[in-house]
C-alpha cells in the first residue's frame, strides 16, 4: 500500500515535470539552431540591416522589416482590441442589467473560440475589400485588415480579464462613491477603474502578446512581403508568417533558410516572454491588495 | 462641460454599441460564410480527396486527419494534464520547486503556438524521426494543449471542498484512496469541461501543424498514427490561399465543417459545466 502510494507520487510528478521538460526544450533547440544561424550571419547585420530576403538571390538578413510588421498588425490590433474590450468590461460590470450580462457575456466568448484560420478568411474575403471602398489605394494584401481582425478576435480576451479584474475590486468601494453622490460614470472611471488597474494592465499586456504570436490572420491576408515600412496599407510581412511560408515550402534541413525560421522564432520567443513575465510580476505584486 | 448625467447616458450608449457591434460583427462574418459555402456542402464534397480542380475537391482526407489528431492528442494529453493537476494541487508543497513549476506553466500557456511547431519539428519530427505523421502533430498539440488542461483540472480540483477530503481522511483512507473515490468523482465534471475545451482549441489550430510539415495536399486517408496527414485548417488556409473564386467557396464550405465541430465541442463543454454546477451542490 505504501509502495503504491509513493508509485503512485512519482508517476505524477513526473507528468507536472513534463512541463519544465517542455520549457527547456524550447530554449534549447531555438538557442541551438540560432546560434548555427549567428555563425553565418553576424548579429549586427541580423539587428540593424533593413533588408530581409533570405530566400533571394541577393541575401540579406536583417529582422527589422519582420519585426516593423509585426509591431504594425499588433499596435492595429490593439488599438481596437484595447478600447473596445474595456468599455464592454466596464459596461458589463457597472451597467448592464444581470440579464443582459448573461446574454453578451457567452455570445462574446464565441469570438474566441472561432479558429484563427477563419478569422484569416473574414480578413481577407469580408474585411479586406470592405475597407477598399473607403482607401482605394489598400492593396489586396495589407497590414491594416489582418490586424483589425486580430483586434476583434483579441476583444473577448481583453473584455472576460479586465471584467475579472473590475469585479474583484470589493463592493464597499463602489458603495461609497454611491453612497457619496457619484454618477454610475463618475465612480467607474474614479474609483473602481483605478482601483482595478493592475489587472487591467495585465490584460493589455497579454493581449499585446497575443498578437505578437498570433500567426494565421497575418499569413493569410498580409502578404508574405517583408517590408522595412509603417505603411499598413501595403503587403508587409510578420515573424510568425515568415515561419509558416518557410516551412510551408521544401526548404532542406540545415541550411542557413532553415536556420532563419529558429533566428526569427528566438526573437518572437524573447518578445512575448518578456510581456509574460512582465505581467506575472505586475499580477504577484498587486494581487493581495483586496484580499 | 458636460454633465455627469449626460456623461452617463453617453457612456451606457457607447456599452451598448460596443457589445452589439462585437455581436454584430460575429453575425456577419458568419452569415457570409454560410452564404458562401452552404451550396457546396453535399456528400460528395465530405467524401471526395483533394483535388486541383475545385469542383471535384473534398475534405474526406482532412476531415479523418482532424479527427486523428483529436483523438490521438486526447487520449495522450488527458492522463498527463489531469496527473500534473492533480499533482501540484493536491501533493505540491509551498517550496520553490512547485513555485517554478507554477510560473513555468502560466509562462508556457502565454508561448505562441507557432513556437511549439518550431519544438515539435526538432523533437519528434526530426530527432524522434517520426516525420511529418500525425503522432508527430499530435504530441505537438499535446505539450501545447497540456497547460490550459493542468489550470482547468486545478481549478476543479480546488473547487471540491475540504471538508469531503478531510472525511475521507478520518475514515482512514490513504492520499490516493482519497484521491480517487473522492475527489476525482467530485470534480470530474470540472475537469472534463476544462479538457473538452482545450480539444476544442487544439482542432482549431493551423501554423504548429504547418510547420512540423503536415501537408496540405494528401491524396489518401491516414491508416496508422505514422502515415503523413491533413487536417481541416490546413485544408482551409490552402484553398483561401488560392486566386480562383471556386476554391474560396470550397474553403467558405470547410470552414462551416470546421465550425459545427469546434461550436459542437464548445456546446458540449458548456453543457456540462451547467449540469455539473447544478447537480452538485454543496
Same mark, same amino acid.
Given at each position: 500500500?505504501?509502495?503504491?502510494?509513493?508509485?503512485?507520487?512519482?508517476?505524477?510528478?513526473?507528468?507536472?515535470?513534463?512541463?519544465?521538460?517542455?520549457?527547456?526544450?524550447?530554449?534549447?533547440?531555438l538557442l541551438v539552431e540560432a546560434v548555427g544561424f549567428f555563425r553565418e550571419v553576424s548579429i549586427i547585420e541580423f539587428l540593424t540591416e533593413t533588408q530581409w530576403t533570405p530566400l533571394f538571390t541577393q541575401k540579406s538578413y536583417g529582422i527589422l522589416p519582420l519585426l516593423a510588421g509585426t509591431f504594425l498588425t499588433s499596435a492595429i490590433a490593439i488599438s481596437v482590441a484595447l478600447p473596445t474590450g474595456l468599455i464592454i468590461a466596464v459596461y458589463l460590470n457597472e451597467y448592464a442589467s444581470k440579464r443582459m450580462k448573461n446574454i453578451v457575456k457567452p455570445l462574446l466568448e464565441v469570438l474566441a473560440v472561432v479558429p484563427t484560420?477563419?478569422?484569416?478568411?473574414?480578413?481577407?474575403?469580408?474585411?479586406?475589400?470592405?475597407?477598399?471602398?473607403?482607401?482605394?489605394?489598400?492593396?489586396?494584401?495589407?497590414?491594416?485588415?489582418?490586424?483589425?481582425?486580430?483586434?476583434?478576435?483579441?476583444?473577448?480576451?481583453?473584455?472576460?480579464?479586465?471584467?475579472?479584474?473590475?469585479?474583484?475590486?470589493?463592493?464597499?468601494l463602489r458603495q461609497a462613491a454611491f453612497g457619496m453622490g457619484s454618477t454610475k460614470f463618475q465612480t467607474a472611471f474614479r474609483v473602481m477603474i483605478p482601483a482595478a488597474s493592475s489587472g487591467i494592465i495585465v490584460s493589455a499586456i497579454l493581449a499585446?502578446?497575443?498578437?505578437?504570436?498570433?500567426?494565421?490572420?497575418?499569413?493569410?491576408?498580409?502578404?508574405?512581403?517583408?517590408r522595412f515600412t509603417l505603411d499598413p496599407t501595403v503587403p508587409i510581412e510578420t515573424i510568425t508568417a515568415y515561419i509558416v511560408q518557410i516551412t510551408m515550402g521544401d526548404v532542406p534541413y540545415g541550411t542557413l533558410a532553415y536556420k532563419t525560421i529558429f533566428a526569427a522564432g528566438i526573437t518572437l520567443f524573447i518578445f512575448t516572454f518578456i510581456l509574460n513575465n512582465i505581467s506575472f510580476w505586475i499580477r504577484s505584486r498587486y494581487q493581495q491588495k483586496y484580499e | 462641460m458636460l454633465s455627469s448625467r449626460y456623461k452617463d447616458k453617453l457612456f451606457q450608449g457607447m456599452g451598448i454599441?460596443?457589445?452589439?457591434?462585437?455581436?454584430?460583427?460575429?453575425? @456577419?462574418?458568419?452569415?457570409?460564410?454560410?452564404?458562401?459555402?452552404?451550396?457546396?456542402?453535399?456528400?460528395?464534397?465530405?467524401?471526395?480527396?483533394?483535388?486541383?480542380?475545385?469542383?471535384?475537391a473534398g475534405i474526406y482526407t482532412a476531415w479523418?486527419?482532424?479527427?486523428?489528431?483529436?483523438?490521438?492528442?486526447?487520449?495522450?494529453?488527458?492522463?498527463?494534464?489531469?496527473?500534473?493537476?492533480?499533482?501540484?494541487?493536491?501533493?505540491?508543497?509551498?517550496?520553490?520547486?512547485?513555485?517554478?513549476?507554477?510560473?513555468?506553466?502560466?509562462?508556457?500557456?502565454?508561448?505562441?503556438? @507557432?513556437?511549439?511547431?518550431?519544438?515539435?519539428?526538432?523533437?519528434?519530427?526530426?530527432?524522434?524521426?517520426?516525420?511529418?505523421?500525425?503522432?508527430?502533430?499530435?504530441?505537438?498539440?499535446?505539450?501545447?494543449?497540456?497547460?490550459?488542461? @493542468?489550470?482547468?483540472?486545478?481549478?476543479?480540483?480546488?473547487?471540491?471542498?475540504?471538508?469531503?477530503?478531510?472525511?475521507?481522511?478520518?475514515?482512514?483512507?490513504?492520499?490516493w484512496q482519497t484521491i480517487w473515490h473522492q475527489i476525482l468523482p467530485a470534480s470530474f465534471g470540472g475537469i472534463l469541461t476544462g479538457f473538452i475545451l482545450a480539444i476544442s482549441r487544439a482542432v482549431g489550430e493551423t501554423a504548429p501543424?504547418?510547420?512540423?510539415?503536415?501537408?496540405?495536399?494528401?491524396?489518401f486517408v491516414p491508416r496508422s498514427p505514422l502515415d503523413e496527414f491533413t487536417v481541416l485548417p490546413i485544408q482551409i488556409f490552402n484553398w483561401v490561399s488560392r486566386p480562383q473564386h471556386e476554391f474560396v467557396i470550397n474553403a467558405a464550405a470547410a470552414i462551416i465543417v470546421l465550425l459545427v465541430i469546434t461550436f459542437a465541442l464548445n456546446g458540449v463543454a458548456v453543457y456540462m459545466r451547467h449540469r455539473w454546477q447544478k447537480k452538485i451542490q454543496w
Open positions: 500500500m505504501r509502495i503504491k502510494e509513493k508509485v503512485i507520487e512519482k508517476i505524477l510528478a513526473v507528468c507536472a515535470l513534463l512541463t519544465v521538460l517542455t520549457t527547456v526544450g524550447i530554449i534549447l533547440i484560420v477563419v478569422y484569416g478568411f473574414f480578413a481577407l474575403m469580408i474585411v479586406t475589400p470592405f475597407l477598399k471602398m473607403f482607401i482605394p489605394e489598400l492593396s489586396g494584401f495589407n497590414a491594416l485588415s489582418p490586424g483589425i481582425v486580430m483586434g476583434i478576435m483579441i476583444i473577448p480576451f481583453v473584455s472576460s480579464l479586465s471584467e475579472d479584474a473590475l469585479s474583484s475590486v470589493p463592493g464597499s499585446i502578446s497575443r498578437a505578437i504570436g498570433e500567426t494565421m490572420i497575418v499569413a493569410i491576408a498580409a502578404g508574405h512581403q517583408a | 454599441t460596443a457589445s452589439v457591434s462585437c455581436l454584430l460583427i460575429l453575425v @456577419i462574418f458568419l452569415g457570409f460564410i454560410i452564404y458562401q459555402g452552404v451550396d457546396r456542402l453535399s456528400w460528395d464534397f465530405l467524401i471526395n480527396l483533394p483535388s486541383r480542380f475545385a469542383d471535384r479523418i486527419g482532424t479527427l486523428w489528431i483529436m483523438v490521438l492528442t486526447a487520449s495522450i494529453s488527458f492522463p498527463i494534464g489531469v496527473g500534473a493537476g492533480i499533482y501540484l494541487e493536491e501533493y505540491g508543497k509551498k517550496n520553490w520547486l512547485n513555485k517554478i513549476l507554477e510560473i513555468n506553466i502560466a509562462n508556457l500557456a502565454g508561448v505562441p503556438s @507557432i513556437i511549439y511547431g518550431l519544438l515539435g519539428l526538432e523533437v519528434f519530427v526530426r530527432i524522434m524521426k517520426m516525420g511529418n505523421s500525425i503522432l508527430a502533430g499530435a504530441l505537438t498539440l499535446t505539450l501545447l494543449i497540456l497547460p490550459i488542461i @493542468i489550470v482547468s483540472t486545478r481549478e476543479a480540483l480546488r473547487a471540491v471542498p475540504p471538508s469531503l477530503k478531510a472525511a475521507s481522511e478520518a475514515l482512514g483512507a490513504s492520499k501543424l504547418i510547420v512540423i510539415g503536415a501537408l496540405a495536399y494528401v491524396p
